[in-house]
């Protein structure tokens, strides 16, 4: 366990409606706006509602709805083209993970001179970045409390995951009625993304006893309401308990850092374009299994949330009841487990124990892994 270092200078505002405090928000900052976003979020009227709540503040805006499912750093640079060319000076990130980190590196590069591709390459921004703003759509985005992105590289297809300059993020409005807009089986996926990033900041060697504090309210949080994903997936307590699982996760990684599975999965989505959150899920009861031997007694509580009796079990037979339960808990759901379910190649995921190394939360492992046994991890997923 590492020593406690805590440093949040953004603001979080959390709540039911508090969309509706955009205005005022932006207002600190600044009058031109741009908006990054995804289309499908006019499906439930979210982007309208935005536009209304800067109409009304008198605030001039582009929204700039083309971040995609498979997204990649040439959408960073259209959007960086807007920025620029309009004088924008607020970014607004809005919708899930990718589309946050595209608006993270909009509001990163826009006032340097540099084509995106050369921060890909290892270039550090040497100006100021505009205000961001980050609005998430889902329940989940490890990334919330920090300076880092995740990108796919277009040359490649390989996830970069970046620094911009520090305490790039002014505000983030979390309103757990913006994540209605996900599937009940997006919704159940993101969940079960959030509990593996949960549990591999417990087991990283960069937690601490706060940190560990956050995961585990977290993961119960996140067990207890679950099911409602496919039960209720209306149900506004559902939205606001995984919302709330989601920040404090994401505060948590502030300190902390991901694991095995998030660089497997971040690594296979983007070279294979499988939403990440069904990536994670298949693989998170291989990550426990090889976690076993090492941070048991981190996973004997887990295995109490999840409803094992393990009254004078050793820690190491708690954790396997812990692998159990959670296969059942995903087959209960009815969601995939098996990559192969993706019509996935095994022989084109050689390469991929290799590329998520490469990611820096690979170097906090309470167990290193050397490529062999990450893709044994991958076949045992397969």
């Known amino acids: 366990m590492s020593d406690l270092l805590f440093s949040i200078p953004h603001e979080t505002i959390f709540g039911v409606d508090i969309i509706n405090r955009l ?14 976003t995804e289309a499908i979020l006019y ?43 309009s004088h924008a000076e ?22 340097c001179k540099n084509d995106f591709d050369d921060f890909l390459s290892g270039a550090k921004p040497e100006n100021e970045p505009l205000a961001y703003i980050e609005i998430p759509t889902t329940c989940r985005n490890p990334f919330m409390h920090t300076d880092e992105y995740l990108v796919v590289d277009a040359r490649d297809r390989s996830g970069k995951l970046g620094k911009t300059q520090p305490n790039i993020t002014k505000s983030i409005l979390i309103d757990p009625k913006l994540s209605l807009s996900l599937p009940s089986k997006y919704t159940a996926t993101t969940m079960i993304d959030t509990f593996l990033s949960a549990f591999e900041g417990i ?10 504090t956050l995961f585990y309210k977290a993961i119960e949080m996140l067990i207890q309401n679950i099911d409602l994903a496919l039960k209720n997936p209306e149900d506004i ?14 505060l948590g990684l502030s300190m ?23 990536l994670a899920t298949i693989l998170f009861p291989s990550i426990i299994e090889f976690s076993v031997n090492t ?27 812990a692998v159990e339960a959670l296969r059942r808990l995903i087959g209960t759901l009815q969601l995939p487990t098996r990559l192969r379910d993706f019509d996935l190649n095994l022989d084109d995921m050689v390469d991929i124990a290799k ?27 397969y």
């Open 43 to 85: 499906e439930r009227q979210t982007i309208e509602r935005v536009i209304e709540l800067l109409e009304k503040k008198n605030i001039s805006y582009i929204i700039y709805d083309e971040v995609v499912p498979n997204a990649t750093s040439s959408t960073v640079e259209e959007a960086l083209l807007l920025a620029r060319g």
């Open 90 to 111: 607020v970014i607004i990130g809005m919708g899930g993970i990718r589309a946050l980190s595209i608006a993270k590196c909009v509001a990163m590069a826009a006032k």
């Open 203 to 212: 087991i990283s060697t960069r937690n601490n006893f706060f940190s560990d």
């Open 237 to 250: 307590k559902l939205r606001i308990q995984s919302s709330a699982a989601g920040m404090i996760t994401a």
């Open 295 to 321: 941070s048991s007694e981190k996973i004997v509580p887990i295995a109490k949330m999840l409803g094992e009796d393990i009254e004078g079990a050793s820690s190491i037979d708690a954790s396997k009841k």
């Open 355 to 381: 590329a998520a190394r490469s990611f820096d939360m690979m170097n906090y492992l309470s167990r290193m892994a050397s490529d062999e046994e990450l893709f044994e991890i991958i076949k045992q997923a």
């Open 23 to 36: 205005g005022n928000v932006i207002a600190r900052y600044g009058e031109r706006v741009l908006v990054v």
């Open 256 to 278: 902390s850092k991901q694991g095995i599975g998030s660089a497997l999965a971040y690594a296979l989505n983007s070279k294979l374009m499988v939403p990440k959150s069904w």
